[in-house]
């Protein structure tokens, strides 16, 4: 299991998902002179894939889902 709690883990994947919808609207601003230039969205995809599988680990407990369906051996 990772060294994060499930309930830091969900936080953290929270902030990620509204730093996206956030990150969606532009890129940069500037108010009263002072410019913010916002995380690229492949850094935010990133994270929010890493605190994905964070939480996917704790609701599974730790086992990944097999990702081989139907395999048949064919002898020639």
Known sequence: MPRITYE???AKYKMWNDAEDARSTGAAY???GRSITRIPM???QMMKRKYGRIIDAY???GKRR???SG???VDR
């Open 8 to 10: 830091e883990a969900k």
């Open 30 to 32: 500037s108010i009263a």
């Open 42 to 44: 492949e850094e935010i």
């Open 59 to 61: 609701e599974n407990g």
């Open 66 to 68: 097999s990702r081989t």
């Open 71 to 73: 395999f048949y051996p």
